[in-house]
């Protein structure tokens, strides 16, 4: 793959500069493209790519031309898509609303109606797209976004095909977004991706995972390989285990019909979770290009799997009615839309193992739930005790505990670490401290988005950040045996709302004579 800017072959500018002469402060400007939305009048559209097209627009980091072009069912004229986006745009933006940058996106902003098994819609688009090409300058380069559910997936790249629109040329490229679920387990997303690359080539194929677009994720990579510091301990001499928490305070109103049936690991650790695993347990890749960094991401995902019985080393639940703060709020099955007998967990944990020298023998923890006691996500790697303490035991304070490295991807981005310390006084009593490293101190740049960040991206033809056909298949073959052993035991155990999750989670790491860290 080519970086747009640079030319050069499987670069990746978001990385190292140190060995890289390009200086990588100055910004990246996508060449002359469009982007068609199918989905656009969907929750995803509306709530992060809209508003990411703007804000992008904002910062001057689209090309001159850039044509948005909406696809969808409705009957719309091009102002009323306009207006649309432009209630999308203020209710979602991060960057000032600003009346020129509003005025120059609408020239390019076109709506086509149509279904996504319209022959004659499908030609009028790729006539549209010409147009815009030959008045707009977008050179044919075109993005389409699939942010539809995967049962119309099949469809849309039949047309794409059908029509020619997914045809690139040696002067113009095409690429397709494809956004999650990738299936449900291994074999439909093999299916999946089949449909997929039988119309686009891989390298064309950009798969989100939007918490790659994370600042916080990212540099998770730059912590590891760009310091000293934390390499020689990263692996099982040192480290007791590691946890990956997803916690959210939100229910689910209004999205039973996406996530009743699917649940918790296939919604977050399928794809999030293991990915964050990856970039903790990879090794360093030998070059910070796409393929070197999806090369290692696949050799650890390769080595992953669940530790056994899994009745002793998984949890779920489903939340029930609770109080959140002080709000009382309904349990998962009143929700509206969602069968009162739902048996789709909204929490779940597992235990997994990486078979590697690195980190034989350290179990990684992965958790995540919604209505929990508070938003956050975080890495937490808690190293082993210190073998001999030289303090007897009743001068270590009780409060004292492991060391921990904890990155924390949201919010109050940054990287904390815990260690003892003496408490002040005559004695020797030691107790945990926090050192803390805060993003929103440390630096006075705002984060963009992961949307932002990760069209752009695409538009740039960096892959980085992308998962593959193989890292998707391979962690549908992580999480298999999981979802297996949960379809055959019945419903999830109910955990009230604003809780930490069901107690088998709690059973499950004292089990190992462990707690689950409370962020
Ligand atoms: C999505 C999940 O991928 O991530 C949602 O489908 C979840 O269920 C969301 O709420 C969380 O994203 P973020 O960026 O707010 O942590």
Not at 133 to 159: I, K, M
Not at 322 to 331: A, E, F, L, P, R
Not at 420 to 447: H, I, L
Request: net charge negative; with cysteine; hydrophobic share 40%.
């Amino acid at each position: 793959m080519s970086n747009s800017l640079t030319g050069a072959q499987d670069s990746a500018p978001w990385f190292n500069p140190l060995r890289d002469s390009d200086d990588k402060r100055l910004p990246r400007i996508a060449g002359p493209c469009g982007m068609v939305i199918f989905g656009v009048t969907g929750d995803l559209a509306r709530k992060k790519l809209l508003p990411a097209i703007y804000d992008l627009a904002h910062r001057g980091l689209l090309p001159p031309g850039f044509c948005l072009v909406g696809y969808g069912r409705r009957d719309w004229s091009n102002e009323e898509f306009q207006d649309y986006v432009l209630d999308a745009v203020k209710a979602g933006a991060r960057t000032e609303f600003q009346d020129n940058v509003w005025k120059r996106l609408t020239e390019g902003m076109v709506f086509c109606k149509g279904n996504f098994d319209d022959d004659a819609a499908f030609d009028n688009l790729a006539s549209t797209l010409q147009y815009l090409d030959e008045t707009r300058g977008t050179a044919g380069n075109w993005a389409f976004y699939l942010s539809v559910p995967p049962d119309f997936f099949a469809d849309v790249c039949h047309q794409l095909d059908r029509s020619g629109m997914a045809q690139a040329t040696e002067e113009h490229w095409r690429r397709v977004i494809i956004e999650k679920p990738f299936g449900h387990d291994q074999e439909s997303a093999r299916a999946l991706n089949k449909i997929v690359n039988q119309v686009f080539p891989e390298d064309s194929v950009f798969r989100i995972d939007h918490y790659l677009g994370k600042e916080t994720v990212q540099n998770i990579m730059v912590l590891r390989f760009a310091n000293q510091l934390f390499d020689p301990l990263w692996n099982n001499q040192f480290i007791d285990h590691v946890q990956i928490t997803m916690a959210e305070d939100i229910g689910l109103g209004g999205r039973a019909g996406y996530y009743d049936g699917i649940g918790a690991a296939r919604d977050v650790i399928q794809n999030h979770l293991l990915q964050l695993l990856a970039l903790i347990a990879m090794e360093e890749p030998i070059a910070f290009t796409p393929a070197q960094l999806q090369a290692e991401k696949v050799k650890v995902l390769r080595a992953t799997s669940p530790v056994y019985p899994l009745a002793k080393t998984t949890a779920r639940g489903q939340y029930s009615a609770g109080w959140q703060g002080s709000n009382y709020v309904q349990g998962l099955r009143e929700e509206e839309g969602f069968d009162p007998e739902s048996a789709t967990e909204t929490y779940a944990a597992c235990t997994l193992q990486v078979k590697s020298r690195r980190w034989n023998g350290v179990p990684f923890y992965l958790r995540t739930g919604k209505r929990l006691g508070r938003r956050v996500t975080e890495i937490a790697l808690v190293f082993k005790p210190s073998p001999h303490p030289p303090f007897s035991e009743e001068s270590a304070g009780e409060e004292a505990s492991n060391n921990a490295v904890v990155i924390r991807v949201q919010p109050d981005e940054g990287v904390l670490m815990r260690f003892g310390s003496k408490v002040p006084g005559s004695t020797m009593e030691v107790r945990d401290v926090n050192m803390d490293f805060s993003y929103s101190e440390a630096f006075t740049e705002e984060s963009p988005e992961a949307y932002e960040r990760l069209i752009l991206d695409v538009m740039l033809d960096e892959a980085s950040l992308f998962p593959t056909n193989e890292e998707v298949e391979l962690s549908w073959a992580i999480l298999d045996p999981i979802l297996e052993y949960w379809a055959q035991r019945g419903k999830p155990e109910q955990y009230p709302a604003g809780t930490w999750g069901p107690e088998s989670a709690t059973r499950m790491m004292a089990r190992e004579g462990r707690v689950w860290r409370r962020p």
